[in-house]
């Protein structure tokens, strides 16, 4: 299982650098969204069904917890402020905007 584990961050995090490194697509911005999603899954699992912990180590919840919270973040915010941007660029009508 660590392997496997091992394996599904390195693949995801090689996709998510090469995308970073080159001019942001559809797909790119899916992928970004969709690795944000997962984390944010597992975000909830972890708070919902916190890991048995002695009480000397309670505070770990807050961390298992802070962490996925911060790579939805780091996934999610790049996205949105890049496709705000693009829209603002294009002159396009943000999804909900009232039109003039």
């Known amino acids: 299982m660590n392997f496997s584990w091992s394996l599904l961050l390195l693949t995801v995090s090689s996709i998510v650098l090469y995308i970073a490194a080159h001019e ?23 708070w919902f069904n916190p890991m048995p ?3 000397s180590l309670l505070w770990l ?28 660029l294009s002159g396009a009508t943000p999804v909900g905007a009232p039109v003039r």
């Open 24 to 46: 942001p697509t559809r797909y790119a911005e899916r992928m970004a969204l969709s690795v944000g999603l997962f984390w944010a899954i597992h975000g909830a699992y972890v």
């Open 53 to 55: 912990l002695p009480e």
């Open 61 to 88: 919840k807050f961390v298992l917890t802070a962490f996925p919270a911060t790579l939805v973040l780091l996934h999610w915010v790049p996205v949105l402020a890049y496709r705000s941007e693009r829209e603002r």
